[in-house]
């Protein structure tokens, strides 16, 4: 049976099973010590071996538990019936040799309930009661309460049988729910993100749609209006006046694109860039994170700034905030360096400290902790193109060193 709410109930109900046949079968051997007899050796060793027998199917007997379907039927291993047989077999020879190992049969009724088919556990309940009832009788002579006894017991064994169906029918039902639930809401979630990027997409269209298409929809007719009085079709002299007016309307329609694409692009950002440069950005988290931790931090610029596109740029910002925070979390550093270097059509962020440092070959191994962030942060840098070099050993501090190739131009 899987875990569920319920599994602590069953595993009481089965330490509880184990606890009656040995105190039955100690039961049974205290009395054989105490009355004596010629069947005192006999029944004595054959209640070890019937402790023994149920002691080694007990592991049998937890690998064929199976939870019962609604119309009752169960399949269980062949070895399962032959324990069950040989089970009863020496209980049978030993009422035979004590009578008070008659008592023994309250355990077997739900060993028969728990591993037969119904249709072998009643009748195997009802066959071993009127043995049970007949050996009392052999022993002790016939009575009322040497019939009624069994009968109850077997009546209660019954009944407890069907409710621990129940309780295990439940116990399933209930784990198919949950976990119906549980891929439900799984579902829900991701059909809700991808809802989330359509509409996000479907308003980032309508904006460019309203803006910068009508834009640049507008200075395709000014420059044809320009062309065609540039050149008269009847060979006259261009309106130099109406030619400028057409050339500024177009130049006014192409900033207000320009204007309107970097708002859509602003909101694509992180607010820390919005605005700014990512040197700007940087000297920002620096300046927060010394405050925040008393780790001096602090940023250089060097070279001639390139045009960065924004998820680069992004992408830089985050590998920084990451690699300070760790810093800050677990390097134990005095002080950070942060670098931005613009050499030619390479663009380089090196973030420098002096901490304990870590072994590069654990890296996989602190990530899986979830103490450093170094393993995602490359794959991130990878899926732009990016390269990440990682330099450690402990004792010496870390540095992380990640390379961009862009095209030199003047940063917007």
Known sequence: MTHSALSPVFTALRLGLH???????ALVVLRALTLGGPTEIAAIVLAVVMLSTYAAGTLLARRARSVPVPDGARHHGSAVFVWLAV??????VLVLLSPDAAYLVFPLFFLYLHLLPRAVAVPAVVVSTGAAIVA???HSGFSVGGVIGPLVGAAVAVAIGLGYEALAREAVERERLIAELVAAREELA???REAGKLAERERLGAEL?????????SIQLLLHAAERTATPDGGGVADTEQLRSHLALARE???????????LIDELSPPALVGSTIADALERVASTTSAQSGVPVVVTVTGEPISLSTPVTTALLRVAQS?????VQHAGASRADVTLSYLDEEVILDIDDDGVGFAPERLGE???????GLVSMRRRITELGGDVEVRSAPGTGTTVTVRFAERPDTEG
């Open 87 to 92: 089970l009863t077999v020496e209980w049978i």
């Open 190 to 192: 991701a059909r809700g």
């Open 136 to 138: 009392i009788g052999v």
């Open 253 to 263: 329609a192409a900033a207000t694109a320009l204007a309107e694409t970097r708002g």
């Open 19 to 25: 606890a009656l046949v040995v105190a039955l079968i």
């Open 323 to 327: 690699s300070l925070a760790n810093v």
């Open 209 to 217: 749609h309203d803006t910068v298409a009508q834009a640049l929809s």
């Open 366 to 372: 602190r990530e899986a902790g979830g103490s450093f």
